[in-house]
């Protein structure tokens, strides 16, 4: 398994920006998919975003596309995920996410059991 610490969480007035990171340890992620979910007060974790290992295919949640974008540094071994045009609903608890393969399906990338390795979260908090 990977060691993964997310940060750059805060609080953003509604239409703000946030970049989170997530760096990892004890594996390369250059083989690894990586994904981005988010957990709501009262409500059960839901996906966000993916990208494969080499940053070409990418998915998103219909709530988000179009205003987050993942990335990724593999050199860094990084994954970014950046938020634009912030809106309440968006707070929550994110968490970045490994998974062992390189490549997902739509379907694998927004099912956290294809994920063997977490991180802690990071709050995110907008005010309205």
């Known amino acids: 398994q990977v060691q993964l610490v997310e940060a750059g969480g805060g609080l953003v007035q509604a239409g703000g920006s946030l970049r989170l990171s997530c760096a990892a340890s004890?594996?390369?992620?250059?083989?690894?998919?990586m994904g981005w979910f988010r957990q709501a007060p009262g409500k059960e974790r839901e996906f966000v975003a993916a990208?494969?290992?080499?940053?070409?295919?990418?998915y998103y949640t219909d709530s988000v596309n179009g205003r987050f974008t993942i990335s990724r540094d593999n050199a860094k071994n990084t994954v970014y995920l950046q938020l634009n045009s912030l809106k309440p609903e968006d707070t929550a608890v994110y968490y970045c996410?490994?998974?062992?393969?390189?490549?997902?399906?739509?379907?694998?990338?927004?099912?956290?059991?294809?994920?063997?390795?977490w991180g802690q979260g990071t709050q995110v908090t907008v005010s309205s």
């Open positions: 996410a490994a998974s062992p393969r390189a490549m997902l399906t739509s379907a694998q990338a927004m099912a956290a059991v294809d994920y063997d390795s």
């Open positions: 990208l494969s290992w080499s940053g070409g295919i990418a």
């Open positions: 004890g594996r390369t992620l250059r083989r690894s998919a």
